[in-house]
């Protein structure tokens, strides 16, 4: 099965920095695009930040300019760097992969489990 796994999360103070990591793993053959998303116990699951495999980007515009989504053409890992952090980003993150099995097939998403952030003094 295709396996999805966040890494990376911790503890950071505010105006700090923090990278996570997304592995996926399995039966793949192209990896057509990484999200990221977080949630916060309570509250809905939310959007941050989303990449295609051509390089387009797309931020919630509570962390543009703050956070960047990236990873190497056709690897299988991707990454969120976020800087100046604030507390208001506590929340686990959540990477969502959508995967091809296989060559000239449609893509299905497989979410990870997440990895906690916390920013705080």
């Avoid at 916060?40 to 939310?46: F, H, L, T």
């Avoid at 495999?53 to 890992?77: C, H, L, M, P």
Wanted: contains cysteine; aromatic residues 10%; proline residues 3%.
């Amino acid at each position: 099965q295709v396996q999805v796994v966040e890494s990376g999360g911790g503890l950071v103070q505010p105006g700090g920095s923090l990278s996570l990591s997304c592995s996926a793993s399995g039966r793949i053959s192209s990896v057509a695009g990484m999200a990221w998303y977080r949630q916060a116990p309570g509250k809905e699951r939310e959007f941050v930040a989303a990449r295609v495999s051509g390089g387009a980007t797309n931020y919630a515009d509570a962390v543009k300019e703050r956070f960047t989504i990236y990873r190497d053409s056709g690897a299988k890992v991707g990454y969120l760097h976020m800087n100046n952090l604030k507390p208001e980003d506590t929340a686990v993150y959540y990477c969502k992969a959508a995967i091809r099995s296989r060559p000239g097939s449609g893509t299905s998403d497989y979410w990870g489990e997440g990895t906690q952030v916390t920013v705080a003094s």
